[in-house]
């Protein structure tokens, strides 16, 4: 694993996160026969019936969903046009400084832990964001989360997870670790999986896209969760995990929580997103050194910057291909990471082939050890 430092180094029905006293927004459902207002690219739009939504996903042409129609996207437009860029600049850090911390704490990073959990998540037969398995493997994950959370005793220090509810069945989640600030870092993956065949028929396991990414920050979390420091409200900053739904519906579940972010005024300093963290098979087969990739399009790019001091390997994706999209949309910072140089990146996910055998659980290690370090890193940065 090459790494500079390793620090390692339309329109819509759904409810906010069921956390206490949450407020709540809505968004319409989505019919059978309903036609959906897709982005091909920056500007160009079509309505599409749902059939046809699938199909320019298998040639990779649709960026993003739009029928959720939310006011705060007009706005980031807006705020784009004034600003050039569309995000506001936030100064991160230089390198990492918690070395002597975070080191102990990622030699407790199990990856025999993803294992078992990615084994039980890739057991529903689909993660389908629409489907009964969707909503199941949901609960799951949720239950986990939970259990996580109540083994390290961290729900004394308010250190919580709620689902956020959507119209179609497939609740996000969100775990909220209180820090000093309500300045807020967010460390994200996708739940969901799809076959592009026939989605509400055949299989999709999903274990690399994204249930490695799933399982890879899940393991971050249950360690992060061992440091007092950051359970006992001492850190600078408020530390959120997200798990978003029908992310491979066109960026959904993501789009519906950094609208409600964005309404709401949350100050989101930074979001990482890990979609797909597991295979390295076409990397290694085109003799290159194994690596991690950094995405560089809808992306901020001081925080760009940041992340490259723990990866080496630059690359672009060509579209809005993950929900940090959806965090740069709402003007908030973002990055992505993946599991390789994207053009030898996974080619059998959205299939009944994208199983738990294609991945390296070694090198899922390492995304896991980035996350916790880039969450701790950030977590005690000092923003303006």
Request: proline content about 4%.
């Amino acid at each position: 694993m090459k790494l500079l430092v390793l620090a390692v180094t339309s329109i819509a029905t759904t409810a906010v996160l069921s956390f206490p006293n949450s407020n709540q927004i809505t968004l319409g459902p989505h019919q059978e026969g309903d036609q959906y207002l897709i982005e091909l690219r920056p500007g160009i739009v079509r309505w599409v019936t749902e059939n046809e939504k699938w199909a320019l996903r298998r040639v990779r042409q649709l960026r993003v969903e739009l029928t959720l129609n939310f006011p705060a996207n007009c706005a980031h437009a807006k705020k784009q046009q004034r600003k050039g860029a569309g995000m506001t600049a936030i100064a991160f850090p230089k390198a990492p400084v918690h070395n002597d911390t975070v080191f102990p704490l990622l030699r407790q990073l199990n990856k025999n832990n993803m294992y078992k959990n990615l084994e039980r998540f890739t057991s529903f037969h689909t993660r389908y964001y629409k489907s009964d398995y969707g909503a199941q493997s949901s609960a799951w994950l949720h239950d986990k989360v939970k259990e996580i959370i109540e083994e390290s005793d961290a729900g004394r220090f308010g250190v919580k997870v709620g689902n956020f509810v959507h119209p179609w069945g497939q609740n996000s989640i969100i775990v909220k670790i209180p820090g000093k600030s309500n300045k807020t870092i967010i460390i994200g993956a996708h739940q969901d999986s799809i076959n592009l065949f026939l989605p509400s028929i055949l299989a999709a396991p999903g274990a690399d896209d994204d249930g490695s990414g799933t399982v890879t920050i899940l393991e971050a979390l249950r360690v992060l969760l061992k440091s007092e420091a950051i359970v006992g409200t001492n850190a600078s900053n408020t530390v959120e995990f997200h798990w978003y739904s029908a992310e491979e519906g066109g960026l959904l579940g993501s789009q519906a929580v950094f609208s409600a972010y964005e309404k709401e005024g949350r100050d989101v300093k930074a979001m990482l997103q890990q979609d797909m963290t597991g295979y390295k098979k076409g990397t290694i087969e085109a003799g290159k050194p194994e690596s991690v990739g950094v995405i560089t399009d809808f992306v901020d790019p001081a925080l760009t910057e940041f992340v490259k001091q723990i990866v080496t390997m630059v690359n672009h994706c060509g579209y809005a291909c993950s929900d940090h999209a959806s965090a740069a949309k709402a003007g908030y910072p973002s990055a992505f990471v993946i599991e390789s140089e994207f053009k030898y990146s996974d080619k059998r996910i959205h299939t009944t082939l994208d199983t738990i055998e294609r991945l390296d659980f070694d090198h899922m290690l390492q995304h896991a050890r980035l996350t916790l370090a880039a969450v701790y890193e950030l977590a005690f940065a000092e923003f303006d």
